[in-house]
């Protein structure tokens, strides 16, 4: 089947794009108003570009044509545009629940980490907050924005700090504990995958393939895997 993605409608186009683009981390944006408010929301469409500078870029709509504020700009997009700053936090299963409570079409001004029961604590560089329950929150600062027709962006952040939760990383060597860390993955709608079957598949050398031929798939589910 070949699709021709103009004259499909936006709702078909968002089916397969984010049916097939899976699984997706999921950033948990924190943001804070120009008037001082607090605002937490989820994006999928999410992820890091680069490390040097440090760079993770962000897809922002309008609320989409089930919700009250249909056609309506995003706080979170209203807040980065206003104040250039945001937080992402990442999400794991325990925090899964709260997260999609943030998804929720509030009232702009609602408090959604209060209502999702998530903690929120000071930033070191932006006035947005972090989310105390997130494994990993990154202070970022707008460095770009592409604008696509009235209030859909696509926002580039520099990741500024970045706070990680002590058991997740070995200090001297920046090591991870992959086993420790649960993220979760969104695939489409309202379903999700854990992360805890994984399997390893080293990239190689030429010289390595030309001697061993393609590497094979291991398993690589033991509770000591570090990277
Ligand atoms: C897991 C998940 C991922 C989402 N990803 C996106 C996304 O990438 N882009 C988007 O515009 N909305 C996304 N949404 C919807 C927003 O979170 C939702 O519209 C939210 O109410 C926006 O809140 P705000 O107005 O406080 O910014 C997602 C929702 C969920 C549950």
Known sequence: MLIEMAPLAPKDRYKLIAGFI?????ALVTSRSMGGVDNA???SAFNYMGEDPPVIVLGLQVHGSGSVRAGEIKDTTKNIHETGEFVVNLV???IAEGMNVCAVDFPPGTDE???????LA?????????IVESPVAMECRRIAALEFGSFRQVVVGEILWMHVRDELIEAETLTIDAAAYRPVGRLFGSLYVRTNDRFQLPMMRYSEY?????AR???ADKPSERR
Do not use: K, M, Q, W
Request: cysteine-free.
């Open 22 to 26: 899976v699984p997706r981390p999921i």
């Open 210 to 214: 030309l001697e061993n031929g393609p």
């Open 122 to 130: 000071p930033s070191v560089a932006v006035a947005a907050s972090r």
């Open 92 to 94: 794991d299963e325990a």
């Open 113 to 119: 980490a209060a209502a999702a029961g998530l903690t």
């Open 41 to 43: 929301a989820p994006f």
């Open 217 to 219: 798939i291991r398993d």
